[in-house]
């Protein structure tokens, strides 16, 4: 029987690109999306469970969560990826800042926190080691001026991985994955491209498969948990 890997944010780019490898890799995909983008009949056509799930709304996430406990004994793993990308107003930052920061510290931080509380049994009940893994993003630890808020709740994100492997240790193995510039969006332009391939030692788009290749890494790890893998290009050095 297929080991069956929960993900969060399955509707598009990393999220759609992992749950493709993964279902090819012969693993159970249980996954979320906001939106239901024509892609996902792919998805589900491959065996995928698609749940629709809205994590700014209570309800929905407390409903989500009860179809899993019912429907699911045991979770080979659960991969954080349901995100949100909200700037402060370029004018005047105060001006909806309760509102942008209650909703990143919700989809980046709540979110993570209650599924792995509600979940951990399902993780801890199978025969071999399991994992959560954070996909969290290189401005956690630079922080950002124009996205102070999505910033820190992917720092807050980060420090939950250090207090859910210790509190689940040796059983699950939590850990981050941190990227930089993985694929430009369609509508981005050649100014922001160049600017944005500056900021790395390595001027490129790492791609989905970088991080989904993190992913299986830590998957089959015996020995790594609580940790950040970095895959940012070198920016930090520059």
Do not use: C
């Amino acid at each position: 029987m297929s080991e069956t890997i929960l993900i969060t944010g399955v509707g598009k780019r990393l999220g759609f690109a992992l749950a493709q490898r993964l279902l090819l890799d012969g693993y159970k995909v249980l996954g979320t999306y906001r939106s239901d983008y024509p892609q996902l009949q792919r998805l589900r056509e491959n065996g995928a469970d698609l749940q629709h799930v809205d994590f700014y709304q209570q309800k929905s996430l407390e409903g989500f969560l009860n179809y899993v406990s019912q429907e699911y004994k045991t979770l080979r793993a659960i991969i954080h990826n349901a995100s949100d990308w909200k700037p402060e107003n370029k004018k005047d930052p105060a001006e909806n800042a309760p509102q942008i920061m209650s909703q990143m510290m919700t989809i980046h931080a709540t979110v993570p926190y209650l599924v792995n509380l509600a979940l951990k049994d399902h993780l801890m009940s199978g025969n071999k080691t399991s994992d959560i893994i954070h996909i969290s993003d290189y401005v956690a630890e630079k922080g950002s001026k124009k996205h102070i808020a999505y910033a820190a709740s992917k720092a807050a994100l980060n420090n939950l991985t250090l207090s859910f492997s210790a509190m689940l240790a040796p059983k699950v193995k939590v850990n981050t994955i941190s990227p930089a510039l993985l694929k430009f969006n369609e509508h981005d332009d050649e100014i922001y491209k160049t600017k944005a391939l500056q900021k790395a030692l390595i001027p490129t788009e790492a791609g989905f498969d970088e991080v989904i290749d993190g992913i299986n890494f830590l998957l089959t790890s015996n020995y790594m948990t609580g940790r950040t893998l970095h895959l940012d290009g070198g920016r930090h050095l520059k």
